[in-house]
């Protein structure tokens, strides 16, 4: 995947940013071919499946493409004009595993370069402790997004509610600590955290909220046959 992703995020870096045409991002994310990544061999796409797209999706993430790259990468897949609920769901999840990664590499960088009383802020232990959390949400994500992408292009519903509450029941968390490391200065128009933790936000509400996909989990189990809430969860990485 490294041949895939390095080209990729190349391609991206080249069209991101807070001043950038919309259109020209997206004739130039087309042109890559990237889009045809889940078509199959045989229709003239790459044939790959979605967990190898997972990193290419989070990419995605850490540059804030607001473009609907994953979600055309599906639909040329499938044929459809609409994508279902639950896969809708986890393309989001890999999109905010994407962002968290960004935002803990940018709250990591700001708090070892920002001196306050003669030395990095990053050294006090109220905020280590504070990114000791935030990294903890970050994984999380990350973990949310590759269970919910291993179920591919026609994912259980059940498995898309835990991932995608999983993951944006980070969102909260991960948005808030990251502000309060960067202080005032991370909500500043000139600064770029406000456009990733916006991003954030709005992908924490698409396809359910944390809430929702709670509510779709707890009528799951209630109406589930098994004897305990661990035989259920076990039963969901089955199906």
């Known amino acids: 995947m490294d041949e895939l992703l390095g080209p990729f995020e190349q ?70 004009d609409i994508l279902e609920r639950p896969l809708s769901a986890i393309l989001a999840v890999a999109e905010i595993a994407g962002l968290a990664e960004k935002i803990l590499e940018m709250s990591l960088s700001y708090a070892n370069d920002r001196v306050q009383f003669g030395k990095p802020i990053g050294k006090l232990q109220v905020i280590q402790q504070q990114l000791a959390v935030m990294g903890e949400q970050v994984l999380m994500t990350r973990m949310a997004s590759q269970i919910g992408c291993a179920q591919g292009l026609a994912p259980s519903p059940e498995v898309a509610a835990v991932s995608k509450q999983v993951a944006s029941a980070t969102v909260p968390q991960i948005a808030s600590i990251a502000h309060a490391v960067h202080g005032a200065i991370g909500i500043t128009e000139e600064f770029d955290l406000q456009r990733y933790t916006r991003r954030l936000h709005a992908l924490r509400l698409a396809h359910g909220s944390e809430g929702y996909w709670a509510n779709f989990v707890g009528k799951a189990r209630l109406q589930s046959d098994r004897q305990s809430s661990v035989e259920f969860i076990l039963s969901l990485r089955k199906s």
């Not at 807070?18 to 990544?37: F, M, N, T």
């Not at 797209?53 to 790259?69: D, Q, S, Y």
């Open 11 to 80: 391609m991206l870096a080249s069209v991101a940013g807070r001043s950038v045409d919309s259109a020209a991002q997206w004739k130039a994310i087309e042109e890559s071919g990237y889009l045809d990544a889940l078509v199959p061999e045989v229709s003239g796409g790459a044939g790959l499946s979605l967990s190898d797209v997972e990193p290419l999706i989070r990419a995605t993430g850490r540059f804030a493409i607001a473009a609907p790259v994953a979600e055309t990468m599906a639909r040329r897949a499938l044929g459809v």
